[in-house]
């Protein structure tokens, strides 16, 4: 089995993002694997525990994103490609999910695939499933437990959480999967890994090694045009404390409220 | 007749429409107002007609139907290559869908076959100069970030629930206005099988409500979300929680609110026991009124709040359960 983890590095998520001038400002705060990686990664390492093979984790970005793929490595994955070409500035899901579906065909041997449900900053959980068509897999989104897998068969069986609860699937590999955070606990990493994560080497994978033009990715080939951002506009008004002489007064004064508000 | 120009995918689960289809397209048929064009429901599933028939009731000018077995249950590949195959051979303008699970999946994997991308979880849409605009909200709603669309390709756009009207139904304009189209991809075609479901009858999801009553660290322990959970029935809300709360597994992550969780925006929030993090403000800050109970008064959730109660969460919410009770007559 080849297990691939797709991740992300985002800002965290404690940070504090400002706007000036069109220009998003996150201060000080660190770069970090995009939170919803974290199952992902988890489960790539507890696939390839049970059924043997390698996990590689695998991302697009900036150089700095090499240390994502670190802290993947640190946790259990057995190594890291990372995509890295100027002129993927500015791409779009639809061209971030070329560029991924490329580097998985270069690896070539993948079984399964999986992203964290979508990502912090961006927050659209477009990429999995754009990845999936362009590779003809079968995507199977918002994953909360792999019920069973048989790599013989080649055969998984999923539990995916709708609005109204679970739905049960099947599928043949290999497949695309995004997974949701009940399905599992994601790991520290372990000093042994934290030194193998120090000493590994990530390949890093320029445009041409992936078979693909310029003019396919990056801002050339953007179809969504970002016009501005702003700060949403701050809750009006100071907060109403209420305290009556006792309990049952005071709950009578929220009461009034809810009801005048007309939201009960 | 000419072809509508705005598409709206009505989501529905075993032949119900979920409600934020509604909204989608009541805001299509705003939008329609402002680019001279019609607007067509797009129904698949297995016995959809009657949800066709609601959809013209809601507005729509037509509706396009599909019947067939093999969407009786939602697979993204199948209803996917339906709507990309409508797509290539009609060109719409837009493809408009609510940001429910299922459509979201559905217009991400039909907007690459239509070689474009995906404006997902809109929470405005303006027309100027003839151009879509589409406001959405992105890290977790920190920022808010206004988009439009390149090229002549359709735009796929999703739109967050309860950030939009729901149209008033009224009588139906063009009751033969259903026109039935056929699957693209046979069954033996389709690698993933649905094999069952569990879910939870009666529960409101969390997405759609108009109340939530959610509860943190405060409430202690899994036994602490009682008073929590009835108040939300009191009031006929959903149940919510914060990370901590997830975390510390007191609940299950379907009912996480924040930036790793689900964003909400009902009418009413109530905050029980949350200090209110800023990735927890993230996922409720667009609720309508925000009503905060916590024992600490220098919580963070108060500077959000309209209303407070410091105290005791466990005195408190039986109190207001039971007094709201006795005026909603429940």
């Known amino acids: 089995m080849h297990i691939v983890a797709c991740v992300k590095q ?76 100027a002129a993927l500035a500015g791409s779009d899901a639809r061209a971030t999910a070329r560029v991924l579906a490329a580097a998985i065909q270069k690896l070539g041997d993948v079984d399964v695939v999986i992203f964290g449900k979508q990502a912090i900053d961006g927050d659209s959980g477009i990429v999995p499933l754009a990845v999936a068509r362009l590779l003809g897999w079968s995507p199977l989104s918002y994953v909360l437990q792999i019920a069973a897998l048989d790599a013989g068969a080649r055969t998984i069986e999923v539990a995916r959480l709708l609005e109204e609860g679970r739905q049960l699937c099947s ?61 949403p506009a701050a809750r009006a008004g100071a907060v109403e404390i209420l305290a009556g002489e006792n309990l049952a007064n005071t709950v009578a004064l929220l009461a009034d409220r809810l009801q005048a508000e007309k939201v009960t | 007749m000419t072809q509508p120009g705005l598409w709206v995918y009505i989501d529905q689960f075993q032949g119900a429409a979920m409600s934020a289809s509604w909204e989608a397209l009541g805001a299509a048929c705003e939008l329609s107002t402002h680019l001279q064009t019609e607007v067509a429901a797009l129904v698949f599933g297995n016995n959809a007609e009657a949800i066709a028939r609601e959809a013209l009731a809601c507005g729509a000018s037509a509706a ?22 409508l797509v290539a051979a009609r060109q719409p303008r837009a493809v408009i869908a609510p940001a429910t699970a299922r459509a979201r999946e559905l217009i991400a994997t039909a907007a690459v076959e239509a070689g474009t991308t995906v404006m997902a979880d809109a929470i405005g849409l303006e027309v100027q100069g003839g151009v879509v605009n589409v406001t959405r909200p992105v890290y ?84 602490g979300f009682v008073p929590v959970r009835e108040l939300a029935t009191v009031l006929g809300g959903a149940m919510g929680a914060s990370r901590a709360a997830v975390d510390a597994g007191w609940v299950p992550y379907s009912h996480q609110v924040g ?72």
């Open chain 1, 10 to 85: 985002t800002p965290d998520s404690a940070a504090l993002i400002t706007v000036a001038d069109g220009r998003v400002n996150w201060g000080d705060a660190a770069m970090v694997v995009n939170p919803w990686d974290e199952y992902a990664i988890e489960e790539a390492i507890r696939l390839k525990e049970k059924h043997g093979g390698r996990a590689t984790a695998l991302t697009m970005g900036p150089e700095r994103a090499r240390d994502a793929l670190k802290s993947c490595i640190a946790m259990g994955c057995d190594g890291g490609v990372l995509v890295a070409d």
């Open chain 1, 171 to 231: 599928a043949q590999l290999p497949v695309v999967i995004s997974v949701v955070k009940d399905i599992n606990e994601p790991r520290y990493p372990t000093f042994a890994g934290i030194r193998r994560a120090g000493s590994a080497q990530i390949p890093i994978w320029s445009l041409s090694d992936l078979g693909l033009d310029e003019q396919q990715v990056g801002a050339a080939a953007a179809t969504v045009a970002w016009q501005a951002v702003r700060a």
């Open chain 2, 259 to 330: 930036q790793t969780g689900k964003t909400v925006a009902p009418d009413l929030y109530v905050a029980c026991g949350i200090s209110g993090a800023i990735q927890h403000q993230a996922g409720m800050r667009t609720a309508k009124v925000i009503v905060a109970i916590n024992k600490d008064r220098e919580a963070p959730i108060f500077s959000l709040a309209k209303y407070g109660v410091v105290g005791d969460l466990f005195e408190v919410l039986p109190a207001l359960s039971t007094e709201m009770r006795k005026r909603l007559g429940r």
């Open chain 2, 64 to 85: 396009i139907c599909c019947d067939d077995a093999t969407l009786a249950d939602f697979r993204v590949e199948a209803y996917a290559s339906l709507l990309a195959s």
């Open chain 2, 140 to 223: 977790a709603g920190k920022l808010l970030c206004t988009a439009s669309g390149v090229g002549s390709q359709p735009l796929f756009i999703t739109l967050r629930p309860r950030a939009f009207p729901k149209p008033a139904v009224q009588v139906e304009q063009h009751p033969d206005a259903i026109e039935h189209v056929q699957a693209v991809v046979a069954e033996e075609a389709l690698r993933v099988k649905v094999t069952g479901y569990d879910t939870v009858a009666g529960q409101v999801s969390l997405t759609d409500a108009s109340i939530i009553v959610s509860g943190g660290r405060g409430v202690g322990g899994p036994e």
